[in-house]
């Protein structure tokens, strides 16, 4: 284990097109519209109300509206963490949930901190714990529990953290097999731990957000304390030619950049889906289809904040047919070719290919069946699905 407290992801990412409308007020609920700038500050403007995207951002078939919003008390699911098909590394925390290997003396020395002022707190109904044998020593009077209470803040200016951290309390000292013992643990906002008085390590989890620290049980009073958890939120929805697009057919990723390289930090991500991320920077990626309708931008998350955008892809299916002539049956056993007219393969098939998203533009379809070729120029419009024939004569 290294010297220095991990850091979960790091870094800048280049602008692309993004729009997204700041709540300005942190309670202010606004309506999309506004537009992001490059640098990722709110900027409200012509470019949001037309629509049009950064002035140098690359074209990708589509734009990213959406607002910002103060993350609050939800509903049991709405801030439950991210259900991935193939899970992304979690953060790498100083500690593990369960057990927490051999430490790094400096490390010890450097996270240990001094008593701490009391506080108060309701005992919460769901909080386990299990206090670790105290030595006492040769006719030594045992020492009275105290209460040991957690709070989690997005910053360091107080804003608390409502719901969604998973705690967990460690004793400070690992046993013969290098374990630390889990103490006590709790999913409450502000759990209260009836301890006994000595040092602990406190663990909190939120979403791909953790941190740990020492704290010290003092005798004879009760102790707080407060782990502050940079975090925000995001939920990505999908939408095309105005129509919200079907869930399936799109995925999201994630990626921040770490010293220069871009890093995952979720992927096939479903539209709607919440997910608790660090503050900071992210580039998304937008895929609708399997062909080449992607929307890629920046977005950033501030501590306590809900970024909700909205991607717009320009694109519609496209179903391809072989035909003996205009209006006739399809005829099977056919291959497809899919060409942009600087002659870019887009997508290529063994077999029929009945069905495939494409970004608005203009394309060129070669058909092979039985050792001969046909082809059909053709054009897709945003939002307007279409079947295009090729006929053989």
Do not use: C
């Not at 801030?79 to 003396?105: G, H, K, M, Q």
């Not at 062909?291 to 998350?301: F, I, M, P, T």
Request: no cysteine; aromatic share 4%.
């Amino acid at each position: 284990m290294g010297r220095r407290s991990p850091s979960l992801l790091a870094g800048l990412l280049t602008a692309s097109a993004l729009a997204v409308t700041s709540a300005g007020d942190a309670l202010a609920q606004a309506a999309p519209g506004g537009a992001l700038a490059p640098g990722g500050l709110p900027n409200a403007g012509e470019a949001a109300r037309s629509g049009a995207g950064p002035r140098n951002a690359p074209s990708f078939g589509g734009v990213i509206t959406g607002r910002m919003n103060l993350i609050g008390p939800a509903g049991p699911d709405a801030l439950s963490p991210p259900t991935l098909s193939r899970p992304a590394p979690p953060p790498a925390p100083v500690f593990s949930p369960e057990r927490i290997d051999r430490l790094d003396p400096a490390i010890v020395d450097q996270m240990r901190l001094p008593n701490l002022a009391p506080g108060a707190a309701s005992r919460p109904t769901t909080t386990t714990t299990t206090s670790p044998p105290t030595d006492l020593g040769a006719g030594a009077a045992p020492l009275a529990k105290q209460f040991l209470t957690l709070q989690g803040q997005f910053d360091e200016n107080g804003s608390a953290i409502p719901s969604g951290v998973k705690w967990r309390l460690f004793t400070d000292q690992a046993d013969a097999n290098g374990e630390h013992m889990l103490v006590a643990e709790s999913n409450d906002a502000r759990p209260r731990f009836e301890v006994d008085p000595g040092a602990y390590i406190v663990h909190a989890v939120y979403g791909l957000v953790s941190a740990a620290k020492f704290v010290t049980v003092a005798a004879g009073r009760p102790t707080s304390q407060t782990m502050v958890l940079p975090a925000g939120a995001v939920r990505l929805t999908a939408f095309v030619g105005g129509q919200q697009a079907p869930e399936g057919d799109v995925t999201f990723t994630l990626t921040r950049d770490d010293g220069g390289v871009a890093r995952t930090v979720a992927e096939d991500v479903k539209p709607g889906q919440l997910l608790r991320l660090p503050a900071g920077s992210y580039h998304v990626s937008s895929v609708y289809g399997d062909a080449n309708a992607n929307v890629e931008a920046d977005l950033k998350v501030a501590p306590g904040k809900l970024v909700e955008a909205q991607v717009h892809h320009k694109a519609a299916h496209v179903s391809l047919k072989l035909v003996q002539s205009p209006g006739g049956p399809e005829l099977r056993d056919t291959s497809w070719t899919i060409l942009t007219p600087g002659g870019d393969v887009i997508r290529d098939s063994i077999g029929a290919l009945s069905s495939v998203v494409l970004a608005e533009g203009d394309y060129m379809a070669i058909a092979r069946r039985d050792g001969r070729l046909y082809q059909q120029s053709f054009a897709v419009r945003t939002g307007v699905n279409a079947t295009v024939e090729v006929a053989v004569r």
